[in-house]
């Protein structure tokens, strides 16, 4: 991808307030993300080579913000903006805990967004081994919100 395409996807996602951009074309993936008051992230991968990190602004770079993730554990990610639940009712117990064994149907959480509860659920079976949003708190699109070990 060339970097004017890049420049071009930048804008975009600035006009139409998006933080996150995936594209995958074969083998190689681009991932740009930008956050509230950080500037955006460019990051391209190939299988061969390992992440690299372009500048975004003159003289400035972008580092990633993501949560250390070892290689046996996958994250399971917020799939929109809202406010996280962590149970079905103030009063409920949390839908996980750390050490839960959960399956890909499992609801892990709650995001509420414009008044609308969206069940999350795991996609995938395993154990929950880290929590990493809290009950109540608000939550980016793309955003880690749990460690869940595979089967």
Same mark, same amino acid.
Request: with cysteine.
């Given at each position: ?50 992440? %690299?990190? &372009?500048?975004? =602004?003159?003289?400035?770079?972008? *580092?990633?913000? /993501?949560? +250390? ?52 659920? %795991?996609? &995938?079976?395993? =154990?929950?081994?880290?929590?990493? *949003?809290?009950? /109540?708190? +608000? ?13």
């Amino acid at each position: 991808m060339e970097l004017e395409q890049i420049r071009e996807l930048i804008g975009l996602m600035k006009e139409n307030d998006l933080t996150e951009v995936r594209i995958n074309e074969g083998e190689k993936r681009l991932l740009l993300k930008r956050g509230s008051s950080e500037p955006v992230q460019v990051m391209t991968v190939s299988p061969a080579a390992p992440p %690299a990190m &372009m500048p975004t =602004t003159a003289g400035q770079t972008a *580092a990633p913000k /993501a949560v +250390p993730e070892p290689e046996s554990v996958t994250t399971i990610n917020s799939p929109m903006v809202g406010t996280l639940y962590a149970a079905p009712a103030p009063d409920a117990e949390s839908f996980v805990r750390v050490g839960d064994h959960v399956h890909s149907d499992t609801v892990v959480c709650i995001i509420e967004a414009m008044k609308v509860m969206n069940e999350i659920k %795991a996609e &995938m079976a395993g =154990t929950i081994e880290r929590i990493l *949003a809290k009950n /109540a708190d +608000p939550v980016e699109f793309g955003q880690p919100l749990f460690q869940i070990k595979p089967d």
